[in-house]
T-cell receptor, first 110, second 119 residues
Framework: DAKTTQPNSMESNEEEPVHLPCNHS???????IHWYRQLPSQGPEYVIH???SNVNNRMASLAIAEDRKSSTLILHRATLRDAAVYYC???????????FGTGTLLAVQP | GAVVSQHPSRVICKSGTSVKIECRSL??????MFWYRQFPKQSLMLMAT?????????EQGVEKDKFLINHASLTLSTLTVTSAHPEDSSFYIC???????????????FGPGTRLTVL
């Protein structure tokens, strides 16, 4: 089963950091962890991805546990535009398929 | 960079007709494109994987004769919903993964989606 486990929903206040958790306890050594987000009636937007080391880009940071069984997406300062469904996905290295789970609906309060 | 477009963005058709949806990678070459379907308030479901110049690989439960996929070039894949029925109404989304050397090989970039409504 390539799916991950995420909380159904989370709330944050504007300009505060947000930590979105993801469990992937059966991850294999060649699986990458990808994060996408989706606004209503739009295609998913790439956020970040990683394999073993923590990753940073202009949108977010990805902290990967040492045993790789969990990871956390960090939005450093949430804005209203960050309200979306966030998907944590395992990508099988061999197939490159992305199998989407149910994601976390993030609400950002002003 | 890494822009994927879809056309049309929205289509309404009568039951029994066929509908073609185009997916284009605008600024990179994509050896692999993926097609997803998303019903209201649900997650994306992978339908098929399309490789340039070869037959698409369909996920279990997806009818290949119902959903025809063609990936004729490194920048274009098409999905044709044949003999569409109301239950085919959904949000269809494509994604593209860059070819080696394109600089966008590590992940997939998604199109904006096509809303299909079958009356």
């Amino acid at each position: 089963d390539a799916k991950t486990t995420q909380p159904n929903s989370m709330e944050s206040n504007e300009e505060e950091p947000v930590h979105l958790p993801c469990n992937h306890s059966t991850i294999s050594g060649t699986d990458y962890i990808h994060w996408y987000r989706q606004l209503p009636s739009q295609g998913p937007e790439y956020v970040i991805h990683g394999l073993t080391s923590n990753v940073n880009n202009r949108m977010a940071s990805l902290a990967i546990a040492e045993d790789r069984k969990s990871s956390t997406l960090i939005l450093h300062r949430a804005t209203l535009r960050d309200a979306a469904v966030y998907y944590c996905i395992r990508r099988r290295g061999a197939t490159n398929k992305l199998i989407f789970g149910t994601g976390t609906l993030l609400a950002v309060q002003p | 960079g890494a822009v994927v477009s879809q056309h049309p963005s929205r289509v309404i058709c009568k039951s029994g007709t066929s509908v073609k949806i185009e997916c284009r990678s605008l600024d990179f070459q994509a050896t692999t494109m993926f097609w997803y379907r998303q019903f209201p308030k649900q997650s994306l479901m992978l339908m098929a994987t399309s490789n340039e110049g070869s037959k698409a690989t369909y996920e279990q439960g997806v009818e290949k004769d119902k959903f025809l996929i063609n990936h004729a070039s490194l920048t274009l894949s098409t999905l044709t919903v044949t003999s569409a029925h109301p239950e085919d109404s959904s949000f269809y989304i494509c994604s593209a993964r860059g070819a080696r050397g394109s600089g966008v090989t590590d992940t997939q970039y998604f199109g904006p989606g096509t809303r299909l409504t079958v009356l």
